[in-house]
């Protein structure tokens, strides 16, 4: 039975690899029958501890990307090497097991259990790490997100910012070495969105976490020193204008 690495003893130094794709390729099958090329992306690589956007339109794919990375989703083909573990040798159990050890998720919708505290929905997630849940750690990381004041409030009781915040929290608790989030600010209000996305980088910084955002939002771009456009490291987009490109008259003799 396959079963996720032990985590190393130090984390390694920034210039080396914590993400590395090659020749990673997703299709799905229309209702034709006819083959989708979602991904395909020869190159694609983060250092530890960068901060990187990829910038892409709706409906490109970006989605399908993290859930690729993230283990949620098997790719047709390709290498996906995360802090030095060779994701598509695992099955979808193993690659669970990753995820609760070395990322974190940040979901477009939040995800929060609407039943349970904010410092429960941290907790919840630590259920899944060897580590087990580490109350302290919670109550720590909501501190840090500036939630202290409100860490035993239901969902419904916090704002959308503010749950957007905890999302944030329990996708740090179990001390990730990445952080792939979804268009993180899509559903927050404008005034706010410039705060979530300087709160992401601030923890992450302090906690020595890489960031791989996925968004359509140039003004969330701006506000990273790297910034991939999704369409020219993913060649199946390439693919899909050009079958698209179909001519609409016909020249005579031809």
């Known amino acids: 039975e396959d079963s996720a690495p032990n985590e190393p003893s130090s984390p390694p130094a920034v210039q080396e690899s914590m993400l590395n794709i090659t020749n990673l390729k997703k299709s799905y099958r229309e209702p034709t029958g006819e083959s989708l090329p979602i991904l395909d992306i020869p190159q694609f690589a983060i250092a530890a501890g960068e901060q990187v956007v990829l910038r892409g339109e709706s409906g490109c794919g970006k989605t399908t990307l993290l859930h690729i990375i ?3 989703v098997s790719c047709d083909s390709g290498s996906i090497l995360l802090d030095g573990v060779e994701l598509t040798k695992y099955s979808e159990a193993g690659r669970d097991r990753i995820r609760a050890a070395k990322m974190g998720y940040v979901f ?7 039943a349970f505290t904010a410092i429960e929905n941290v907790k919840i997630g ?3 790490s060897r ?3 580490n109350h302290a750690r919670a109550k720590e990381l909501l501190e840090k997100v ?10 419904k009781q916090l704002s959308v910012g503010q749950q957007q ?3 944030v929290a329990r996708a740090l608790a179990n001390q990730p070495r990445l952080l792939l989030a979804d268009e993180p600010t899509a559903n927050v209000d404008p005034a706010n969105q410039a705060t979530i ?3 992401i980088q601030d923890v992450c ?4 976490v890489a960031i791989l955002i996925v968004t359509h939002s140039d003004e969330v771009a701006r506000k990273f020193g790297r910034v991939d456009r999704f369409e020219e490291i993913n060649q199946a987009l390439m693919h899909r204008a050009n079958n698209s490109a179909v001519p609409t008259t016909m020249e005579s003799g031809v």
């Open 197 to 199: 996305i300087e709160l």
């Open 205 to 208: 910084r302090a906690e020595q």
């Open 126 to 128: 630590m259920k899944f």
């Open 131 to 133: 580590k087990g849940v």
């Open 70 to 72: 993230s283990g949620l």
């Open 108 to 114: 477009q919708t939040f995800n929060l259990l609407p």
């Open 165 to 167: 915040r905890v999302a």
């Open 146 to 155: 500036g939630l202290g004041s409100r860490l035993n409030y239901l969902p």
